[in-house]
């Protein structure tokens, strides 16, 4: 069984080809990027809907399969920006209806834990979940997954990309800062963790504030160096408390270099296994699309009428019913 996933929530088009054995023949995607501004989710839009098809066309010819070879087709549903949902959605409508496919909906989410579980082996962690509009300490228990801890305003990668719009750099900016970790010193900023959850505005506005008076290596080390810190106290009392003895680390800011150190460290302390995705799976794909595709349809026997796929751009991970596990 061949199974399509495409990926469109935010700034990333994607489509992925996948089997029901989780082998992954295709996982082209296409990223709008900015250079010293952020962006508007029309933009991200029309970036989507104009590559659409040749990100697919791409995808098919990598994998060497026609739309004929395609038995199922997935979309991320939410959560995620209107508009760029329902770009994916109203781009897995027409392939379902055009060539008689079944649809099915799925949560952004959720797919970025089970393509963590399925590339690194892991089988039942607790997770940290951390990207841009997302930062969670997920782990399953009693048919869904439930969330131990969640930032309170703003999701860690959004954070780290608006510092480093403000230091100069474009958009991602997680890579740029990534690089300036080692090279700078530490200096005081603040670190909110609140019970298990946290807060990344209030050292946001901080390190903006020592922009012109520190050095963008200093801000940039210093301010990654309290996130991750804050993120990880949280994580390791997750593990406290669930006695989980693996730790999965997914979304985009898991591509982080000290953030990965840092994790190790902690996981080594504590005794537990931890692991991270391949980069190409830490970011939105259309993999882990097509992977969460096959969970639900096929293992969970769920289905959808095209009336049922409207998108939900607020829709929770612990609002999901996990009927495959």
């Known amino acids: 069984m061949n199974i399509l996933g495409i990926e469109s929530t935010a700034h990333t088009l994607g489509v992925g080809i996948v089997t029901d054995k989780g082998k ?23 970036h989507n809907f104009a590559v659409a098809p040749s990100i697919l066309d791409s995808a098919l010819e990598k994998s060497k399969l026609s739309m ?32 008689g496919i079944p649809l099915i909906g799925i949560n952004h989410c959720v797919a970025h ?7 690194t082996g892991l089988k039942d962690p607790l997770t940290i979940f ?30 780290i990309d608006h510092l480093g719009r403000y230091l100069g750099y474009g958009f991602p900016s997680g890579q740029i800062m990534d690089s300036m970790y080692s090279q700078g010193n530490y200096i005081d900023l603040p670190y909110t963790v609140k019970g298990m959850d946290l807060a990344f505005s209030g050292i946001l506005t901080a390190a903006r504030n020592k922009i012109g008076k520190e050095s963008k290596e200093d801000i940039s080390h210093s301010f990654l160096h309290n996130v991750y810190s804050m993120l990880l106290e949280v994580t390791e009392r997750a593990l406290a408390y669930t006695q989980k003895k693996e730790l999965l680390v997914v979304g985009g800011v898991a591509a982080s270099k000290p953030l990965r150190e840092m994790t190790g460290i902690m996981a080594k302390d504590r005794g537990i296994k931890v692991a991270y995705p391949e980069m190409q799976y830490c970011g939105d794909n259309g993999a882990m699309i097509a992977w969460q595709g096959y969970l639900q349809y096929v293992k969970g026997k769920e289905r959808m009428k095209i009336e049922d796929t409207v998108v939900k751009p607020y829709q929770r991970l612990d609002s999901v019913e996990i009927s495959y596990i």
């Open 24 to 46: 992954i023949f295709a996982n082209e995607r296409d990223t709008l990027k900015t250079e010293g501004r952020g962006f508007l989710p029309r933009e991200i839009a029309e």
């Open 68 to 99: 004929k070879d395609i038995d199922l087709i997935s979309f991320s549903q939410g959560p995620g920006f209107g508009q760029c949902l329902g770009c994916g959605a109203v781009f897995g409508r027409s392939l379902s209806l055009k060539y």
């Open 113 to 119: 834990i089970e393509i963590g579980k399925l590339v």
């Open 130 to 159: 951390t990207s841009g509009a997302n930062t969670q300490i997920i782990a399953h228990k009693n048919g869904r997954y439930r969330v131990f801890g969640e930032t309170l305003d703003m999701g860690l990668g959004n954070a």
